[in-house]
């Protein structure tokens, strides 16, 4: 597959063995990418020795997917220190090493599969709003820096998904999804659909940007 950029397409799609991040796999390789597509026992971003391992195998590529699961629902007054320390490591220092240890390539793509709480903090998410946030500031960093490579840097930050995540954090899904103004829950399909769309068709200037993927669901401007 040759992308309008002119070239041939190869990416790494991290979280790629389910949810969003294996519905972004199956629509690049339906694009006629070359994927890795790697799980968490390939790669565990709260390992930091393993992060490094996995960005010396992988040096480089056309196209890099930064996305990982997230905590447990928590309050702030339960927070351990361990928790603390742990997904600091997952959400955001393991991505800050993926992101200079794997070189997108000139004219490439790099994606951050963050979340709705980095614009809508949810007090049961306090961590992971935290550190999605954290490194969403330091990926618009990368977004002015990668520019003049022509690699365009994009976070899409997912409201209600159909995904294991979401059945990790609501008793009743289906009720949820009542509730929502679309009456669903998103589809994993949609938002590989969308990432598919973004490299097939060279859309670059988009880099730099916040997609709220959320049916509506939120209520900010910004």
Known sequence: MTTPRGRA??????GGSRGI????????????????????ADVDT???DGVERFAAAHPETDVLVLNTGGPPPMRFEEVTRADWEKYHNQLFLGFCILARGITVRNGGYLFLISSAVVKEPD?????SGAYRSAFSSVFKVLSREYAARRVSCVNIAPGPIDTDR????????????A????????????IGGLVRGIVENGVSYISGAVIDFD?????HVF
């Open 9 to 14: 397409t190869e990416a790494v799609v991290l």
């Open 21 to 40: 991040g294996a519905a972004i796999a199956g629509a690049l390789r339906g694009m006629g990418c070359s994927v890795t597509a790697a799980s968490s």
């Open 46 to 48: 709260s390992d930091l």
């Open 123 to 127: 007090p049961r998410l306090v961590v």
């Open 166 to 177: 979401t059945r990790e954090l609501v008793d009743d899904p289906a009720a949820l999804a």
């Open 179 to 190: 509730t929502l103004p679309s009456g669903r829950l998103g589809d994993p399909r949609e």
């Open 215 to 219: 049916g509506a669901s939120s209520r």
